[in-house]
């Protein structure tokens, strides 16, 4: 069985399939925030999209960022530091990609599994 979650014409925001779940690339609303405060508000975004699929942060499986710019590593790291669960973070690769808009400074793809 396939449950979408947030389905659109063009993707959905999550889809569950089996005891995976996995949440496309979430971007944040308020774009006239610095990296600290769109990463802030993406990880709120994966935690709501999370706890619909019934499952939270701390079944991680894997986690992507894509950053418009590699110099605010450190920013964002200190945001996604204060929010992963220690001794439950999952595997995750940081690249520097050119986003959808300008105005995006970080892009947070996740996959979790079910309880």
């Not at 894997?62 to 439950?88: E, K, P």
């Amino acid at each position: 069985m396939i449950k979408r979650i947030g389905a659109g014409p063009r993707m959905s925001q999550a889809v569950v399939h089996g005891t995976t779940v996995y949440v496309a690339g979430q971007v944040a609303e308020d774009t006239s925030a610095d990296v600290s405060g769109q990463t802030r508000q993406i990880l709120a975004r994966i935690d709501a999209l999370l706890a619909a699929a019934g499952t939270d942060k701390s079944r991680l499986l894997s986690a992507t960022i894509y950053l418009s710019d590699i110099s605010t590593f450190a920013a964002m790291n200190y945001v996604w530091d204060a929010w992963v669960v220690a001794g439950a973070t999952p595997a995750r690769a940081t690249v520097e990609a050119a986003l959808a808009a300008p105005a995006y400074s970080v892009e947070i793809v996740v996959v979790a599994a079910l309880p």
